[in-house]
Every structure is written in C-alpha cells, then in structure tokens.
C-alpha cells in the first residue's frame, strides 16, 4: 500500500453543516424564515399523502395531531406537507 493510500484511508469524509452565526459578525444576520402556520382544533386540513383531515390537538408550535376518519396522525412542525382549508 502507498502512503497516499494510507492517508486516505485514515481521513474522515468532511460533514457539510450550515454556518453558524456570530452575534459579534460584522456580516448581516441570516434572516428567519417564515413563522410555522398556526393551526386551531376543529381546523379542517388537507395532507398531501393523507388526503381530508381535521384538526383534533394542538402541542404549541411542535405538532398537530389530525384525525383522517379511521387513523390519526401528528405531524411535527414546520408543516409542510399540511394544508388549512
């Protein structure tokens, strides 16, 4: 084996991540995204594998539980895949 072979195999593949920011930057802050859409019980909802659904609770800004007739399910925050109707 060479020793570039060596090196190589000993290296970790990089990890991408996102950059932090620094509040002392000189650089303008990244911008938030929109604000999560708030949904309410009783709130009817179309999901996009789902289909018809109501809203049946709320957790604060983490999730939803809907009901779609025979099954429920909680989708977490950002609701991406939730429509209100």
């Given at each position: 084996?060479?020793?570039?072979?060596?090196?190589?195999?000993?290296?970790?593949?990089?990890?991408?991540m996102?950059?932090?920011?620094?509040?002392?930057?000189?650089?303008?802050?990244?911008?938030a995204?929109?604000?999560?859409?708030?949904?309410?019980?009783?709130?009817?909802?179309?999901?996009?594998?789902?289909?018809?659904?109501?809203?049946?609770?709320?957790?604060?800004?983490?999730?939803?539980?809907?009901?779609?007739?025979?099954?429920?399910?909680?989708?977490?925050?950002?609701?991406?895949?939730?429509?209100?109707?």
């Open positions: 084996m060479t020793r570039w072979g060596r090196i190589l195999r000993l290296m970790k593949p990089a990890r991408a996102t950059r932090r920011y620094l509040p002392s930057s000189p650089f303008k802050a990244p911008e995204g929109p604000p999560p859409e708030q949904f309410q019980i009783d709130d009817r909802v179309t999901h996009d594998q789902h289909g018809l659904g109501r809203i049946v609770g709320v957790e604060e800004d983490i999730a939803v539980l809907v009901s779609f007739g025979a099954s429920q399910l909680r989708v977490t925050s950002p609701f991406s895949k939730l429509t209100k109707l």
